[in-house]
């Protein structure tokens, strides 16, 4: 069975600051990676996803991410980030050739953005 | 393109009364649709997968009588709520899946069970 574990519930920054949101998973197979940014009474975003070929992936909004597979990671980052920016976050894994993919979603980080 | 969209995006009703949620694949056909039930600063938990033409398949411990899932068209998948009560009340959110591995999510709907 897979797992994510988003280790930070939530991220203040400062405006114009550059941010770094943790995502680790667990599989006993080959998974697809995605980053969903869910913004108050909306339904998620796709930001990126990783499903093979380069692990450096780059998403809508200036964000990126990392896989990294002997570290089970793929941690979402930005380098300077925008009062807009401020939403909760989710990373999620589905499984390679899975018959459903279905996707197990992490809890989420509140990435909250000062001035 | 991969726009879902979700009918109504709010509805209040009073306790036993049933509750219709609809969800769209605006631009494209999507043959497996999900559901997933949101509780406030909480994750996303997958309730049932749709898929066109078949009877859905519900995660374990969803009451499948009290979830009616139809996924009639290539194009629309419906969520009833039946005999609603307040636990049930909650965001509801749909997901039509493109391509072999991408969801796309519509906005949501809140249900306020009075």
């Known amino acids: 069975a897979q797992s994510v574990t988003q280790l930070d519930s939530q991220v203040p920054v400062f405006e114009e600051a550059p941010v770094e949101l943790r995502c680790n998973y667990s599989?006993?197979?080959?998974?697809?990676l995605f980053w969903y940014v869910q913004y108050p009474n909306q339904g998620l975003q796709l930001l990126l996803k990783?499903?093979?070929?380069?692990?450096l992936v780059k998403g809508i909004n200036g964000f990126e991410a990392e896989f990294n597979k002997s570290q089970t990671s793929f941690h979402l980052r930005k380098p300077s980030v925008h009062i807009s920016d401020t939403a909760e976050y989710f990373c999620?894994?589905?499984?390679?050739?899975?018959?459903?993919?279905?996707?197990?979603f992490g809890t989420g980080t509140l990435l909250a953005v000062q001035p | 393109g991969a726009v879902v969209s979700q009918h109504p995006s709010r509805v209040i009703c009073k306790s036993g009364t049933s509750v219709k949620i609809e969800c769209r694949s605006l631009?494209?056909?999507?043959?497996?649709m999900f559901w997933y039930r949101q509780f406030p600063k909480k994750s996303l938990m997958l309730m049932a997968t749709?898929?066109?033409?078949?009877?859905?398949?519900?995660e374990q411990g969803v009451e499948k009588d009290k979830f009616l899932i139809n996924h009639a068209s290539l194009t629309l998948s419906t969520l009833t709520v039946t005999s609603a009560h307040p636990e049930d009340s909650s965001f509801y959110i749909c997901?039509?899946?493109?391509?072999?591995?991408?969801?796309?999510f519509g906005p949501g709907t809140r249900l306020l069970v009075l």
């Open positions: 997901s039509a899946r493109v391509e072999y591995e991408t969801q796309y």
């Open positions: 599989s006993s197979v080959s998974v697809y």
């Open positions: 990783y499903l093979s070929g380069s692990t």
């Open positions: 999620a894994v589905s499984d390679y050739g899975g018959a459903t993919n279905k996707l197990i």
């Open positions: 631009d494209f056909q999507a043959t497996t």
């Open positions: 749709s898929n066109e033409g078949s009877k859905a398949t519900y």
